[in-house]
Structures are given as C-alpha cells and as structure tokens.
C-alpha cells in the first residue's frame, strides 16, 4: 500500500515543528488512559478489561465465529514492541521484528503491501528506489511463517523482481495483497516505465518468497499508479483494482476494477465515471476494495474538484455494474482534503471505511485527522463513528503531508487501525490503536509498534491485516527497515 505522498516544502521545518508538539501531547495522553468511545470512564493502562486487544477478523481470511477478545491493556511508549526487557511483563507477547533492511543507502522505500493466506502464512511485497533517479525502484517479496511466541517464525530471504540499473527503468509505486485459500498470497502491482507498455499485473508470493505466475491484466497510462485487491473467502470472487492516470490535456482520472468471478476474469469496467480527478490532487487515486458475504464489492476511493479532495465509494453487485459513487469525505466546495490513503474493511456485514483528512480553515487549519465510518451492509448506511479523543497527527499543508493508513473490522464490529506518519523531520512512528469492550462499550487502545529514524523524504508505510482468533498483523517500512509486528498467544 502506498500513501499520499508529495514533496515537503522548503518551510516544512516549521510545519513538523508544530507536528512534533501535538504528537507530544496526544502520545502521553493515550499512555496514560484509555477513553470511551462516547467520551465517559477511563482505565488506567494496566487494569484489564473484558476484551478486544487483538481484535479483528479481515475479509481475505473470512469466518464468521468471533471468539471471546482477550484481555487489553496500554502499552504505550515506553513499551514499544520493538524494545525488549518490558517495564511491563505483559507487553512482552507484543513483537515487532526486521523483515529486510534497505540495500543501499540514500534511497527510500516507495510502496509495501501484506497478505496472510488462508495456511496462515505472511506475504510481503515492497518496493525500493534504485538510487539511479526517483521514478525507478526494485520489487522485492518474502514469506514466512509466524511462529506461536517471538522466539520462532522464521523470515525466508526476499527475492527481487525486475532489478534495474538503468536510467528510466520501472517504476513500483503501488502494491496490494491477499491471501489465496492455500498457502500462496495474491499481489497486485504496475510495473511503469516512460517509453515502453506499462502494465498493471498479479501475480503469487509463495511460501519460499518467490513472486510466479505474473500476468497482466491492463495497461495504464502513467507512472505513479495506485492499486487494490480483495478477495471473498465466501465464494472466492477476487478483484482488482488501479488508477488510470490522466495524461496531458486535463483528461480526467478513472478508477478501473476487473473482477474475477466463478474464476472466470471480467472485463475492466470505471467505477468513477467522469470523476474529475487532478494528477497532483493529494488523495486522487488511492482505492481500497472489500467484498462482503453476498459477494457484493465496495470500492473506496480518493478524488478531487477544484480546490477540494474528497473521498467516494461505489458499490457492485455480483455479475452487475458499478452504482453511482457516494461522496462520503469531505465536498466539493469546502476547501479541505479528506479521503487521503482510503480503506475499507468487510467482515460478515460489519463494514468500516476511514481516510485522513487535512482541515482548510479556522483554528484547525493544516491539522490532520483520522476520520472513521461504520456500518453495517445489510442495513445501514456509512455513519461517523464518535472517537476520543480524535486522532491528530500533527498540522500539514496541501503537499506536506506523508502518512499511510490501514483500517480492519472484525466481525464484532471492533475496529483496529495502523499508521505510519512522520512524528518530527529526523523520526517516523508506527502505532496500532483498537477498540476494545469495558462494560460492554467500545474503547480505544494504542500502542507504539515501533519508532526510528527517518528523512522528510522518507515515506512511512504500514498494512495490516487481522486473523481469525482477532490477531494483528502488521507490515512496515520505517526509515532504512522492513518490519513485521503481531502480538502472540
């Protein structure tokens, strides 16, 4: 998954200045408390409440069941899950470990993305710059086994695909995975490159880390495009989706989805319509998909007008077309930029949908915050979930703003988010926040995954996935790393 991500402007100095003090006061309020979400008790870090820590179930893994949530606690700061020897003993079950490290210096990572097969087993896929120039970038996967305590699960090293060492070589800024119903993980990916057929292709991590079988689905127009992949585990329906860049000439940006159905492959069909959408727009482009029981898909999706971007969805039957898209974050004509790094998560019929959002105006100008909406297929509309407190990650302009997002909910309707965003101009951070149940209502949890070094220019990704027993599992590129997080039994 790739984040919205531009370059920072020369007064970015004073804006991370300002971030740096917000995210000062917001981390040490959350290591202190957990708040109800209507905005009532509070529990102290260590004091056990009845359930939700681990919570979740994604829709690439499926069932129904919900087993009881286990006991939540705070871990906070000082019991990062990258740290070892815990304050608190309890945190230790909490793990975050080095998948792959940059190969050389200078160079960022550009995308990442993670699946869980139905076996259990994690797939990774991400991309690196190659150093030669800042539109050419390697492709690396690897797979492993989570191991049922920190001490075991073994990291297979990470193969490369496609390795350039040529001026205007491809291009890997987009990559979205699931899992299969065996042992393999589904990837999606463009491979782009200026002069030659660009294309947006899938292919398998296996369980030796190995990405077989690419084929190609589409052709795209541009470099930069971003991608999406879902699959039911109901009936096995897998699609993906991508942004079919503008070109010159003010044409405006599609959301493109082929649909893979009874195995069979559909053809490629807009579910933006004449959405205008700007190349530079801060969310244009960003999609997320999620199918639910009935083999219904909803497609989340960033877009923009004027000076305003915005967050849509769409929704489509099984074997039907597209609906007419739904603005859900933010309006044409109220200045801000909502719907940046969209997700949408599916289980059973218990929906939720969130996207940054960057205020226009007022005394919350250039803050950004994390808007959440909850639902349920079946019945009801997206509605704004009440959160407390609101998650704000620093203040931001137009193009200053690097941050990436991924929202789950399981089939409780417990949600769990990770973010990866930049904390100060020299340190990134990466942080898992869930609802849990005191008293049968939800509350919110955070912990520090994990925290580093990192330049302005260096993006901070994370993508998570939730299993069956309500277990997080949580990829991330952090200044010069590649980590995997879980909490085990």
Not at 127 to 133: P, R
Not at 222 to 251: K, L
Not at 308 to 330: E, H, K, N, V, W
Not at 398 to 408: C, D, G, I, K, V
Request: proline fraction near 6%; glycine fraction near 12%.
């Amino acid at each position: 998954m790739a984040p919205f991500r531009s370059k920072p402007l020369p007064a970015c100095s004073a804006v991370f200045g300002l971030l740096s003090a917000l995210l000062t006061v917001h981390c040490t309020e959350l290591d202190q408390r957990a708040v109800v979400a209507d905005g009532g008790t509070t529990v102290e870090p260590d004091a056990e409440v009845d359930g939700g820590a681990d919570v979740g179930t994604e829709a690439e893994t499926g069932p129904d069941a919900t087993p009881p949530p286990p006991i939540d606690f705070v871990c906070g700061d000082k019991d990062e899950w990258t740290k070892r020897g815990r304050s608190n003993a309890a945190c230790e079950t909490r793990f975050a470990q080095e998948v792959a490290k940059l190969s050389r210096d200078g160079v960022s990572f550009r995308a990442l993305a993670l699946g869980r097969s139905g076996t259990g087993r994690i797939g990774m896929a991400w991309s690196e710059e190659t150093g030669i120039d800042v539109d050419t970038s390697v492709l690396r996967t690897t797979s492993f086994m989570p191991g049922a305590s920190a001490a075991t699960g073994t990291v297979i090293p990470d193969s490369v695909l496609y390795p350039s060492s040529q001026f205007d070589g491809p291009g890997y800024d987009g990559l979205a995975a699931v899992g299969s119903a065996g042992d393999d993980v589904f990837l999606a990916f463009p491979e782009t490159q200026e002069g030659v057929s660009n294309t947006i292709n899938e292919g398998s991590i296996t369980s030796v880390g190995q990405l077989i079988g690419v084929t190609s689905l589409a052709k795209t127009v541009r470099r930069h495009t971003q991608v999406a992949i879902a699959r039911n585990t109901i009936n096995d329906d897998r699609a993906v989706s991508w942004y079919d860049r503008p070109g010159s000439g003010g044409v405006d940006g599609r959301i493109l989805v082929r649909v893979r159905e009874a195995g069979v492959l559909g053809p490629e069909q807009s579910v933006t319509g004449n959405d205008t959408s700007s190349a530079d727009a801060p969310a244009a482009g960003k999609q997320s998909l999620a199918f639910d029981r009935n083999g219904v898909l909803t497609v989340l999706y960033g877009t923009s007008a004027m000076s305003s971007s915005f967050g849509r969805y769409s929704r489509r039957s099984r074997g039907d077309i597209f609906a007419t898209p739904t603005t859900l974050f933010g309006n044409f004509s109220d200045g801000s930029h909502q719907g940046l790094a969209p997700s949408v998560s599916i289980v059973g019929t218990a929906a939720v949908m969130g996207a940054f959002k960057i205020e226009a105006a007022g005394g919350t100008a250039g803050q950004v915050k994390y808007s959440l909406y909850t639902y349920d297929t079946a019945t009801t509309d997206p509605a704004p979930l009440a959160q407390s407190p609101d998650p704000i990650y620093g203040s931001s302009k137009y193009n200053t703003f690097s941050a990436s997002a991924r929202t789950r909910i399981d089939a409780g309707g417990l949600v769990h988010m990770a973010f990866a965003y930049h904390s100060s101009p020299t340190n990134c951070r990466i942080e898992y926040r869930r609802q849990s149940l005191l008293n049968g209502k939800p509350t919110w949890y955070e912990d520090t995954v994990a925290t580093g070094t990192c330049t302005a220019d260096d993006l901070p990704l994370v993508d998570m996935v939730i299993d069956e027993n309500r277990r997080p599992h949580i990829g991330y590129a952090l200044g010069t790393s590649i980590g995997y997080a879980t909490i085990y039994p």
